[in-house]
């Protein structure tokens, strides 16, 4: 009876292929690396304007937490109050979860959580001691809406596999989109 239910099992299983899609970090980084130079505008309320322009940006998967991704980043911060204006060249470290959306065939990175910034300037003010943090995570929320690597629609089994991804796994190094024919 368990040969049976066996040999039925491995026979579904069968045609019910399994398709998979490894990602690698120099993969999102060469995607990532499109945005560099951009300007990103993002508010918090109605009191504050701020945007970066992304000078250097990476990702590390599955180092330092077996389910997350590292963001490493460098750009200049901008900063409207009012009437006054600030910049500030800053280095971020992030931690974020990676998410595939199946709907526009995107992986995306959510749930940021700052590790760590340093500013790269000689002379900082109270001010941005104050802010820094504040706008880093203002603009992990709206980096968040960004894909970081989208499915090429070009490509016949990366267009085939796209709304059919099932889970995703990470490993150190790589990203794993595993999907059903």
Request: glycine residues 8%; hydrophobic residues 40%; charged residues 20%.
């Amino acid at each position: 009876m368990k040969i049976i239910l066996f040999l039925i099992a491995f026979g579904v299983s069968g045609l019910a292929s399994a398709q998979s899609l490894t990602l690698t970090e120099q993969q999102l980084n060469q995607e990532l690396n499109h945005q560099l130079g951009k300007e990103f505008p993002f508010s918090l309320g109605s009191w504050l304007s701020a945007g970066i322009e992304l000078k250097k940006l990476s990702v590390e998967l599955g180092r330092q937490e077996a389910d997350k991704a590292r963001v490493l980043g460098q750009g200049i911060l901008s900063m409207q109050q009012g009437q006054q204006r600030s910049q500030w060249d800053i280095e971020g470290d992030f931690s974020a979860r990676p998410r595939y959306d199946s709907e526009q065939g995107a992986l995306f990175l959510d749930e940021f959580k700052l590790i760590s910034y340093r500013l790269n300037q000689q002379t900082s003010s109270p001010q941005a001691s104050m802010m820094l943090p504040l706008l880093l995570q203002g603009l992990a929320s709206y980096l968040s809406q960004y894909p970081v690597y989208t499915l090429d629609d070009t490509d016949p089994f990366q267009r085939q596999l796209k709304d059919k991804v099932l889970s995703l796994e990470i490993a150190p190094g790589q990203l794993l989109l595993r999907g059903i024919e």
